[in-house]
């Protein structure tokens, strides 16, 4: 069982930048994908960014050009910038591991963007 360890959410205002990581206690031979997905109160939740194994990185439209995913093969630490916030960024951000048959979720970490 894999265990996703999520930090960096935080208030800021419009225009402004966070830069949220997750640390998995292991990684799953399986593991296709890892990225994080958001949902805000009342809404669906959707895709914001993925990075595969072999660094191929997708992003919702929306963010493309914002928001920044990456991964550190080292530490195996999955990090997301996020620049120029806007308010309808504001959800809870949930790292997630997606593996053949299965896949892992983080507990979820707020990020509000705010005056």
């Known amino acids: 069982q894999v265990t996703l360890m999520e930090s960096g959410g935080g208030s800021v205002q419009p225009g402004g930048s966070l830069r949220l990581s997750c640390l998995p206690d292991e990684v799953d031979a399986n593991m296709i994908a890892i990225g994080w997905y958001r949902q805000a109160p009342g809404k669906q939740r959707e895709l914001a960014a993925t990075?595969?194994?072999?660094?191929?990185?997708n992003y919702a439209d929306s963010l493309k050009g914002r928001f920044t995913i990456s991964r550190d093969s080292t530490t195996n630490t999955v990090y997301l910038q996020m620049d120029n916030l806007k308010p309808e960024d504001t959800a809870v951000y949930y790292c997630?591991?997606?593996?053949?048959?299965?896949?892992?979720w983080g507990q979820g970490t707020q990020v509000t963007v705010s005056s």
């Open positions: 990075i595969t194994r072999s660094g191929d990185a």
């Open positions: 997630n591991m997606d593996c053949d048959f299965y896949e892992y």
